[in-house]
């Protein structure tokens, strides 16, 4: 087990997430809210993210085929 924590990787608090993704925290609060954002991992009362995870929502965030 202690092999899997090791290999963990760090997780983002949400002030580092809203600078990451260049957005005031409380946009992040708002999807998250709306159940349109990475999934958080909650430790006590504070969430915290994954960078894998965000950068995944990001991926799905791509527009596909917008005409200029």
Partial sequence: MSAEIGSMEPLMTID????????????????????????????????SWQRSAVLAWVAEQQEQGVAA
């Fill in 16 to 47: 580092e997430v809203s600078d990451f993704l260049r957005v005031p925290v409380i946009t992040i609060k708002w999807l998250r809210q709306e159940g349109r954002f990475a999934p958080a991992v909650k430790i006590g009362r504070r969430l």
